[in-house]
């Protein structure tokens, strides 16, 4: 069992910059797919960001391409994702997930991941 605590949510203006961060029960430096998903209330849960703990390439959802970027502090056992140029659009809540793996290969979807943080909440005004 990983458990996983997200912080770093909050109100910002579009364009402006946020940090999510989720520190992780378990060792990142342990073969783990980690991401961020995010779900605006009534639809369903996208991904947006996911990376492998031990070497990977990050990989992102086409919308937040060029403007997010995650990444991991395997001292801190802790998963970041660095937004910026914040638009509207982005305001949701941001959950963080894992699942251990074996492969680099990593998806952006929610059904392949088996633990998730509690959710932080962003939100962007015009």
């Known amino acids: 069992q990983v458990q996983l605590v997200e912080s770093g949510g909050g109100s910002v203006q579009a364009g402006g910059s946020l940090r999510l961060s989720c520190a992780a029960s378990?060792?990142?430096?342990?073969?783990?797919?980690m991401g961020w998903f995010r779900q605006v209330l009534g639809k369903e849960r996208e991904g947006v960001a996911v990376?492998?703990?031990?070497?990977?390439?990050?990989y992102y959802a086409d919308s937040v391409k060029a403007r997010f970027s995650i990444s991991t502090d395997n001292a801190k056992n802790t998963l970041y994702l660095e937004m910026n140029s914040l638009k509207p659009e982005d305001t949701a809540t941001y959950y963080c997930?894992?699942?251990?793996?074996?492969?680099?290969?990593?998806?952006?979807?929610?059904?392949?991941?088996?633990?998730w943080g509690q959710g932080t909440q962003v939100t962007v005004s015009s």
């Open positions: 990376v492998y703990t031990v070497g990977g390439s990050p």
């Open positions: 378990a060792s990142t430096r342990s073969k783990y797919c």
């Open positions: 997930a894992a699942r251990f793996s074996w492969t680099p290969f990593c998806s952006l979807q929610q059904s392949d991941y088996s633990f």
